[in-house]
Nanobody
Framework: QVQLVESGGGLVQAGGSLRLSCAAS????????MGWFRQAPGKEREFVAA????????YAADSVKGRFTISRDNAKNTVYLQMNSLKPEDTAVYYC?????????????????WGQGTQVTVSS
């Protein structure tokens, strides 16, 4: 049974930082591409960042590029999202996802497994 469990969300002031973690189990983590998405109230789920199986290739959406960094530790079966210079518009539920793929995966329908999400709220 595959499980993805996000943690690290919370309330932070604009300009602050948070680090999200996603612990994976039940899947070949080191052979899986990983990604982060977010969904704000009334909006569609939005791609945030993706990382290849080895961590050697990453990609971030333009809206977060230069502020958010995705990374992974295959020894710990964990993927991270470091979020700096947070803005109120970053407020959303953040989800991690896993894909049975080695390369980068961008579309939500291409991911096979999803976590339950963690709330990030940025106050102005």
């Amino acid at each position: 049974q595959v499980q993805l469990v996000e943690s690290g969300g919370g309330l932070v002031q604009a300009g602050g930082s948070l680090r999200l973690s996603c612990a994976a189990s039940g899947l070949p983590f080191s052979a899986s591409a990983m990604g982060w998405f977010r969904q704000a109230p009334g909006k569609e789920r939005e791609f945030v960042a993706a990382i290849s199986w080895s961590g050697g290739t990453t990609y971030a959406a333009d809206s977060v590029k230069g502020r958010f960094t995705i990374s992974r530790d295959n020894a710990k079966n964990t993927v991270y999202l470091q979020m700096n210079s947070l803005k109120p518009e970053d407020t959303a539920v953040y989800y991690c996802a896993a894909a049975r793929s080695f390369g980068l995966v961008f579309g939500p329908t291409e991911y096979d497994y999803w976590g339950q999400g963690t709330q990030v709220t940025v106050s102005s």
